[in-house]
């Protein structure tokens, strides 16, 4: 076939001036211009069209938002708070608006939508459009969702895995061994990492460890640790903090090693939803990334923890094993129980408060949160040569024990940038037992439900106090849990969930 | 469990005044609100939260975009254009932002992304808050997702089918029999509708008609339509077109007759995908919705057709009768050659064009699509007591021979608005054969592509003249096709696409 091109668009006949509206449409690029603007009618764009936004050398595609008010001239365009700051774009300079090229992963995406599996190059293509922001939003919920529930072969995980780690940052920390340790979330309050981490980290292990931020749960290892220092490190900066104390807690988005997860863990936490391949992407290419060679994954087992059975641990267990061996990671699997919280504090502050009295060796810290910690620490610690298998735990034990793991542990909030005093929540309100008994059952999943409504993680303070485990003999009157929240708006909607969810601790009558 | 609550929002204080923005996000409700303002701080609400606005006695619920800028005051609310109309909104009046309920759809679309098939009422309760603009596009695309491929049962088409008849509008005719005619799309060009509606309405049967807008393809047969009268109607229009001429072609979503599929197929469009139950669904709720108890489907089938092959087409058959007959349809099934374009003109204008040449008769209009009319008029006819099986054909021909199609097309349009001309595009480009020889396959995938680039549906007048079918002799520099374009901007799109596109008619040396 040959081609004439009989028409030329004229040089700048598409060009558009900024104006900074301000929008924050989360990561979305949006573009908003006149529907009846030079540029919309020559290219013929409609209200949901992606098209191509061009300043200088950088682009970026972004969904049209028409406007038929006055908050925009003709000749200006608008765009998202991220769309503004990924173009790099100052008030006043001049944008490109055109039709984007097709984008290949488009047609990766319908094919895995229609049970297709993805080869390692198309799985490559779609999440570096991910990672690219070149997806929108309906495009991103459509991947998320043919990937859920058993949507991805083994085959598509590693793929899925490789390609994240291709689409981020990767560390090097030479020739050293690199520890690493993670929970498969769903067991609120479970916030052993920031124990772990020193205790590692004070024997002279290297752990350089990047933690998410809640995916549907009332607080991520990150929320927690923020409370007490910041995580948002840099690449340079997290570097620094892991030369100076051997161990950080840093948040994994704001270092960038994965930012495509980062994107997709948007989504998911929109739907609520947690993918099992997906999550094994996740961990493994967060692991690869930061540089580990060594992780110890913690898989808590309940009734309303996120892995319900044992079985379903063996698989999830299974599928991290395989998956680590084809990226290069040896990974130790630790199932543990997951039948209720960990600790007292549901929501970041909260469980920032209980894992200072563990570091403190303070009487009334929690036992179970100190115990889940010294078992993994001691699983992390016989990666080294010189601990013997069965040695780890009483290893880890002194170490917490001496005061080492607090010093280290405060030594790394310095180092991350000062270490902080926790805030608390203005509003309190406490649910107690109607008649005495005995505790029979948890519902983790409602506990953690009232935490998120009450604010957390977004609001650090919020959250939810857990005052009588399983066993707990209680009397009518007595404290069960007690809700945080920040603004009197949140306390009322939690309570308001709290009216329809039935039973969420089960008393068993004497 | 017993509630005390020890705080209470005082009264207006989640209030904030409406400033017309004017912003169009399709059907998306968006609220834009100051994130320093009084009510994000006490609520606790961030970006892409999901709010209730709440004015007067209505409600709606809308995602939340953050403005940092001056173009709202603290005390200022802004809607997106379709929330706007959705509250019935005027300048300046004052809204109430609060928490909204969780929506218990969501939970169902969760358990659909997981593979749980929905029971009747967890479909009907998804497709009420589709329909009632309360899910995101997020939760939206997740729900389609799902329900691609072979992602609904026998039973949840049923469900869906008859979720989406309840939650619109229902037309009765009394207690005639009412007969319809639909095409499995995927054919450039196959623009029957408008030629099998004035036959079977001049013979006095009674066909309601209403078509779809295109979802993935370059044209649909309302957007057809539109070229030559509005179709645009309300149910009363729809209702007096009807009670005079007997038949009409009217957009079903003016009508509202299955708003949730209206708004689903938005989401399928912006993905690019077709499902075969929500197809099924969608065809069968608007047939019933619109009163009909009979119903002739086309299924075209071609390497390049939206069905591919004879099995399936038989799958999609069986599941539309066995769907049909459960919900109180009849349903007769044509499957037909699907092999290349109907007629000549592919895009709303030239498709009228090649329409108003069989109904007149002409000695060049496209004989292909005549004869495909003519069967389906035909069938439809044999539905009519009056007319013996195996009889219906030669009766719509003489219907279209002695003019009397003609004339009764004519009046449906006159009685729908007025007749009105088609445009012709400004901007137009010859593909030529390199080399002589006879055509030997068509990519209909492909040129209906090239018309969408070119601007079709959106811009009447763009599209694509076939000019060589399967079998054509050609010379070296004879026309293959013509691409049709209302702006440069969409030709060199267009153009674009073609360079990278491979072959789209294969021409077989001599």
Redesign the interface.
């Known amino acids: ?9 004229a040089p700048g ?2 060009v558009l001036r900024l104006k ?7 990561h979305e690029a949006v573009v ?1 211009m006149r ?1 009846d603007c030079e540029v919309c ?4 764009f ?3 069209a992606q098209v191509k936004v061009s300043l200088g050398p950088r682009s970026i595609i972004a969904t049209v ?7 925009l001239a003709l000749d200006e365009a608008g765009l ?2 991220s769309a503004w700051k990924a173009l790099g774009a100052a008030e006043g300079e001049l944008v490109a608006v ?2 984007p ?2 984008l290949v992963s ?1 047609a990766h ?2 094919r895995k ?3 297709h599996a993805l080869n390692d190059r198309e799985m490559l293509e779609v999440i570096e459009d991910v990672a690219g922001e070149r997806l ?7 991947f ?3 990937c ?3 949507g991805l072969t083994e085959h598509e995980v590693v793929a899925l895995t490789r390609a994240m780690i291709a689409a981020g940052e990767r560390l090097e920390w030479g020739s050293r061994d690199v520890v690493d340790k993670h929970c498969v979330g769903g067991l609120p309050g479970n916030r052993t990492t920031l124990i772990v981490v020193p205790i590692v980290a004070a024997f002279g292990l290297t752990i350089p460890k990047t933690s998410s931020r809640a995916i549907t749960s009332p607080a991520g290892t990150a929320d927690t640790m923020e409370v007490l220092a910041p995580v948002d490190l840099s690449i340079t900066e997290m570097r620094h903090v892991v030369h100076l104390e051997g161990g950080c807690i840093a948040w994994g988005g704001a270092v960038k090693l994965s930012p495509a997860d980062d994107i997709l863990i ?2 998911e936490r ?4 947690d993918t099992e391949g997906q999550l094994v992407a996740s961990v493994l290419s967060k692991k690869t990334a930061a540089g580990s060679s060594h992780v110890v994954i913690d898989i808590p087992v309940g009734p309303t923890a996120k892995v319900r059975t044992r079985e379903a641990a063996q698989q999830l267990a299974t599928l991290l094993g395989r998956v680590g061996r084809q990226v290069g990671l040896t990974v130790t699997i630790e199932v543990t129980d997951g039948t209720q919280p960990v600790g007292q504090g549901i929501g970041p502050a909260l469980e920032a408060r209980d894992v200072m009295q563990v570091l403190r060796n303070e009487p009334d810290a929690p036992a179970d949160l100190r115990e889940r910690a010294l078992l993994l620490a001691g699983r992390v610690l016989e990666f080294s040569a010189k601990v013997p298998r069965g040695m780890g735990v009483g290893l880890a034990r002194t170490i917490l024990e001496d005061g080492r793991a607090l010093r280290k542990f405060e030594a790394i909030c310095e180092a991350q940038g000062g270490m902080r005093l926790p805030p608390s929540a203005a ?3 406490e ?2 037992a ?1 008649f005495p008994g005995t505790v029979g059952q948890i519902d983790n999943r409602k506990l953690a439900r009232i935490a998120k ?1 009450a ?1 957390a993680p ?2 650090k303070a919020a959250g939810v106090d857990f005052l009588a485990p399983i066993g707990t003999k209680v009397e009518a009157g007595q404290p069960l849990f007690r809700v945080h929240a ?8 939690a ?5 329809s969810a039935g ?2 601790i089960r008393i068993d009558e004497r």
């Open positions: 076939m040959k081609l004439n091109f009989m028409t030329q668009t006949a598409n900074r509206l301000g929008i924050d449409t989360h908003y529907a009618r020559s290219e013929g409609e209200a949901l938002n028409m406007v038929r008010g006055d908050i998202s708070e055109s039709h090229e097709p488009l995406i319908r939508v229609y049970g929108s939003d309906v495009a991103l919920s459509a998320v969702t043919a859920a529930g058993d948007r989504i929109a739907l609520d939803i509003h309190t309100w649910m107690t109607e409504l604010g977004h609001d920040e603004s009197p708006g949140e306390l009322e909607y309570l308001g969930y709290l009216k039973d969420i």
